[in-house]
């Protein structure tokens, strides 16, 4: 049974960056597409940003310029690599596979940006 744990969240100031890190233990098959998700207070989760592979990504037009998503096969891990931080960013973040799968949510990690 493959686990995400992801880490790296943070507080920072508007225009700052963070570099958030998706671990699954366990065996991730290459094939299996893998996401970020991210909920607001008061608000629905919502996708951030899939990879595939290299050129199998998506985005989010809220996210698209400013996030980059990548992924590590030999390590078993996906980045989601924040620049140009707004408050409208802040959120509990988490990666899970697309479409996601009930047993796969982690813990998440928090995300606030704010001055």
């Known amino acids: 049974q493959v686990q995400f744990v992801e880490s790296g969240g943070g507080l920072v100031q508007p225009g700052g960056s963070l570099r958030l890190s998706c671990s699954a233990s366990?065996?991730?098959?290459?094939?299996?597409?893998v996401g970020w998700y991210r909920q607001a207070p008061g608000k629905q989760r919502e996708l951030v940003a899939h990879?595939?592979?290299?050129?199998?990504?998506w985005y989010a037009d809220s996210v698209k310029g400013r996030f980059t998503i990548s992924r590590d096969y030999a390590t078993n891990t996906t980045y989601l690599q924040m620049n140009s931080l707004k408050p409208e960013d802040t959120a509990v973040y988490y990666c899970?596979?697309?479409?996601?799968?009930?047993?796969?949510w982690g813990q998440g990690t928090q995300v606030t940006v704010s001055s």
């Open positions: 366990g065996s991730l098959p290459s094939v299996y597409i």
């Open positions: 990879i595939l592979r290299g050129s199998n990504i």
């Open positions: 899970n596979r697309f479409p996601w799968r009930p047993e796969y």
